[in-house]
């Protein structure tokens, strides 16, 4: 038996493991990793220690004990308010704010991990306090950060398009582009539906609730009769007056959150060391709340993100992933080939760097696009989207953002809802953007 079929064999030993053990994931896979590295690669432990994802755990880190701050000290309860404000009191309106918020945040430059370790926290928050399902609104932000992410001007586009002008390759980036917009906007709208957005509409914020979210004045429809109702009235205006107050924590940590985009979108900074910056500014003023908001890092998630991603390092570093490549590339029927290629780069991208797999992928495919069997524009297209629409699997980037920020949750059941909805993905994804893309051939 190959190394490299060993090393897959291994993956798939550690999940039954994980699943039916209740063993964290992580810890199981840092176990692989040191037996397949050193018993199978002959890797040594430096080479192992390579593939720890060491800004992935600043991110994760960093971003969860910003806003662990921020809702120890009101400052998240003050965004939801205010966002339920603005929508007067249209609860079912909130995912489709975040989809958008993210698109847009991507769409103009900002890395797909930058944006969703921004909005998520917000979102997630918001889904606790309002009872929204955690799946649909960690969902939405992802592929709303996933809808904007091959505009021209954006991260993913740029890289992309850079690799197809690299490899002579005919490219189209308004195709592109559209691509994933259509594609992650149509499964957004699915999913919405499916997870109960649609019953969202049907109960809106009552009077009273609109006051406590700081949008009980009549222009947002959250007035309330006269007949007797002067006392609840009263009471709901004290306390929606306390939740929105802006004390001096609550402004610091604003001018933290603002700069903590600054530096990810204008700048280029790293998003984690930016955040715990910022996180360990507010505790120095506030140390108390620093004390209650360290407690609140999900260090168990983040176990099992470095732990898997280290191993699927393992896997790339021993020629795992070139070797499913290369095994596919040799595949006689284009068309065939291509399905299997879109197939590779999702299942790989639910573990690893969207971007770095379609950068090891376009590559492989160029053999057969140069031929012309196969369309380069819809295959590079159906690829990119493939790659990415399944990035809310729990062991990418960001969908252990979306795990990492939900809050009164059982996380163990929210990490295996991810798992699963990421496995749909997985399957469902490249046929169809296969179909829609590659067999017209009309790009």
């Given at each position: ?29 840092f176990a692989a990793a040191f037996g397949v590295g050193t018993l199978v690669a002959d890797m040594k432990t430096d080479d192992i220690f390579k593939g720890f994802p060491g800004s992935l755990f ?97 991260i993913y586009g740029t890289i992309v398009n850079g690799i197809v002008a690299k490899e002579g390759l005919p490219g189209n980036e308004i195709v592109l582009f559209l691509a994933s917009l259509v ?172 971007v770095g797999i379609m950068g090891a992928l376009i590559p492989l495919a160029v053999p057969f696009l140069l031929q012309g069997e196969v369309s380069a524009i819809g295959l590079i297209a159906a ?61």
């Amino acid at each position: 038996m190959s190394a490299e079929l060993i090393s897959i064999l291994v993956l798939v030993v550690v999940f039954v493991i994980a699943t039916t053990r209740s063993i964290n994931m992580g810890a199981l896979a840092f176990a692989a990793a040191f037996g397949v590295g050193t018993l199978v690669a002959d890797m040594k432990t430096d080479d192992i220690f390579k593939g720890f994802p060491g800004s992935l755990f600043v991110v994760l880190v960093g971003v969860t004990f910003l806003f662990a701050i921020a809702r120890a000290n009101g400052t998240t309860d003050w965004l939801v308010h205010m966002a339920i404000r603005l929508v007067g009191g249209r609860i079912a309106l909130m995912p489709w704010v975040m989809f958008a918020i993210t698109g847009v945040l991507t769409a103009i430059g900002a890395v797909s991990p930058a944006a969703v370790a921004i909005v998520a926290p917000i979102a997630m928050g918001f889904a606790a306090k309002y009872r929204i399902s955690p799946l649909l609104m960690g969902v939405m932000v992802v592929h709303g950060a996933q809808a904007g992410g091959f505009s021209p001007i954006s991260i993913y586009g740029t890289i992309v398009n850079g690799i197809v002008a690299k490899e002579g390759l005919p490219g189209n980036e308004i195709v592109l582009f559209l691509a994933s917009l259509v594609v992650n906007l149509l499964i957004a709208v699915v999913v919405f539906v499916v997870l109960g957005g649609m019953k969202l509409a049907r109960h809106p914020l009552d009077a009273p609730a609109l006051a406590r979210a700081g949008g009980g004045d009549d222009s947002l429809g959250g007035g309330v009769g006269d007949d007797g109702g002067s006392d609840v009235t009263s009471d709901v205006t004290d306390e929606a007056a306390e939740r929105v107050a802006l004390t001096a924590p609550r402004i610091a940590t604003l001018v933290g959150l603002a700069a903590l985009v600054v530096a990810a979108l204008v700048f280029d900074l790293d998003v984690g060391l930016a955040a715990i910056t910022v996180a360990v500014l507010l505790s120095v003023v506030w140390p108390e709340t620093s004390k209650q908001a360290i407690t609140q890092i999900t260090w168990p998630t983040v176990l099992l993100i470095c732990g898997i991603l280290t191993y699927v390092a393992v896997l790339q570093t021993m020629g795992t992933i070139k070797w499913a490549g290369d095994s596919v590339a040799s595949v006689g029927a284009p068309l065939l080939a291509a399905l299997l290629i879109c197939y590779i780069g999702a299942i790989v991208s639910a573990f690893a760097s969207s971007v770095g797999i379609m950068g090891a992928l376009i590559p492989l495919a160029v053999p057969f696009l140069l031929q012309g069997e196969v369309s380069a524009i819809g295959l590079i297209a159906a690829l990119a989207v493939s790659a990415t629409v399944v990035d809310v699997s729990p062991f990418s980037t960001n969908g252990a953002l979306v795990l990492a920020g939900a809050q009164d949750v059982d996380r163990d059941k929210f990490f295996k809802q991810l798992m699963v909805y990421g496995g749909i993905m997985v399957a469902a994804a490249p046929p169809l953007v296969w179909l829609a893309l590659v067999v017209p051939g009309i790009w």
